[in-house]
């Protein structure tokens, strides 16, 4: 992938990857990319014809959710906690289901929008929206002996359920990580084991780094149920987004958020930050983006020479268009054979659809899509966001993150860009793991550096 990256404003036209000749690839990245393509079988939403809206792309919707929701959840989450459980030495975890109040105004109330200049209104659907609802997993020690021994063990998870919590006075002191799962805006689940591990693994990073700790480090994550596409288009899970920031955020000046996502939800965590640090500068302490979904147009080189990997090309051309309500292109790629790189990279892609969709909208709403475009200010101060951005060099969206990542140290923020070979979200394993581990130490001391 480097070396067509760099000449890529040739106009001769590359031939595209398989999985099997893949450069970024081991031989683990083309054995997942070819199972989870098969067990998830994306393909039936590759159909650039296929309306988001209609009843055909429902059915297939809803079998694909049931079925990565039931992949989420179960023997995989009930290890995840373990390993957290482990690394923190609590016992248990303990686990909250409950909502935080949509703010369908929150637009106009952060300056986003102007309701006298910006001609916009949100979807009927939205607009009737009233509750995010939230997952919540903390260390059980953070509960009292007695709610502990009351507490009944939630099977699917292990954890210890707690039927009452109020988010805006737990845990004082404590850091809270927002996370965001994937899923291409159309699917997913806040039942995600790979938060679970994440969220050990920082904890044992935090551990190995400083020795003088007698503690492990407390930590509050709420996984976010954001609205899904079609049925929820945008901007309805970056509302959410903001909504749970807002209710955690005012008169609490004192909490410190941090917030996580791969994938789709990767784009809704580091645009939330940014537009949370423009509205609450100094209390968002970091962001962690793995695997960023920014490009509505799909028509990046990487989109091109990964076309086959997974998540395939055209999958995640189709999540754009159920996301944006953006037109589907004209050709379906069989009309004509293209001349040029430009017509190759374009051919099937969202480009002219999204380039409709920008003259339409404010600039405002744009940067909720692709912050890249429109970056707040003052980046480079000391209280600003410490920002992770993770890309894999063999996933379609790898361009995606590593052009934000360049666009923000143009503005001197303080970012790392974890750049590694294989799949989408490191599905395949990690590559390079000292590189791995300075990304992981550099979001740990993020998250648990004291406020001296």
């Known amino acids: 992938m480097e070396n067509d990256e760099g000449d ?66 179960g023997y995989l989450g009930r290890v995840a906690a373990e390993k957290w459980v482990k690394a923190a030495g609590c016992g248990r975890l303990a686990e909250y289901s409950g909502t935080i109040p949509f703010q369908k105004d929150i637009l106009n109330k952060w300056g986003i929008l102007s309701s006298d ?43 210890l359920e707690v039927k009452e919590l109020d988010l805006t006075t737990f845990a004082p ?33 935090f551990l190995e780094e400083n020795a003088t700790v007698a503690d492990p480090p407390d930590i509050v994550t709420i996984s976010i149920d954001y609205g899904l596409a079609p049925e929820l288009p945008f901007p309805a899970g970056i509302i959410d987004a903001l909504s749970v920031v807002e209710f955690l955020m005012k008169d609490n000046p004192n ?12 784009n809704l965590s580091v645009v939330a930050a940014l537009e949370s640090f423009r509205r609450y500068p100094g209390q968002i302490r970091s962001v962690q983006s793995q695997c960023p979904m920014l490009n509505p147009a799909g028509d990046s080189l990487c989109y091109y020479m990964n076309q086959n990997a997974f998540p ?23 009309e004509s054979t293209p001349t040029t790189r430009e017509e190759a990279l374009r051919n099937g892609s969202n480009h002219d659809a999204w ?4 003259k339409k909208h404010p600039k405002s ?72 581990k300075k990304a992981i130490q550099f979001w740990s001391e993020a998250i648990f550096a004291s406020d001296d």
């Open 355 to 358: 380039e409709e969709w920008r």
């Open 365 to 436: 709403l744009q940067r909720l899509i692709d912050p890249g475009c429109d970056l707040p200010e003052c980046l480079n101060i000391k209280n600003a966001p410490k920002i992770m951005i993770e890309v894999n060099q063999g996933d379609p969206m790898f361009e995606d993150g590593k052009k934000l990542a360049e666009a923000l140290e143009q503005e001197q923020a303080n970012v790392l860009l974890f750049a590694d070979k294989g799949l989408h979200c490191s599905l395949g394993g990690t590559h390079d793991k000292t590189g791995h």
């Open 8 to 73: 890529s404003n040739s106009s001769e036209i590359p031939k595209a990857y398989s999985n099997w000749n893949n450069p970024s690839f081991s031989w683990s990245d083309v054995i997942l990319s070819f199972l989870t393509s098969y067990f998830l079988n994306f393909s039936e939403l590759d159909n650039q014809t296929l309306d988001p809206n209609s009843e055909k792309a429902a059915n297939i919707l809803d079998k694909l959710r049931t079925k990565l929701n039931g992949m989420s959840s």
């Open 312 to 334: 395939a090309t055209n999958f995640l051309r189709w999540c754009w268009r159920a996301y944006l309500g953006l037109e589907a292109p004209k050709s379906n790629g069989s």
């Open 117 to 159: 200049k910006d001609d916009y209104q949100l979807p009927d659907c939205i607009s009737t929206r009233e509750h995010v609802p939230v997952l919540v997993r903390f260390p059980a020690t953070l509960m009292s002996a007695e709610e502990r021994d009351n507490a009944k063990v939630l099977h699917y998870s292990g954890c």
């Open 173 to 205: 002191g404590v850091p809270f990580m927002i996370q965001f799962h994937g899923g291409g805006m159309i699917m997913g689940t806040p039942h995600r084991d790979t938060f679970l591990n994440a969220t050990a693994e920082l904890v044992s990073n």
């Open 255 to 266: 909490r410190r958020l941090n917030l996580m996502g791969e994938s789709a939800g990767a």
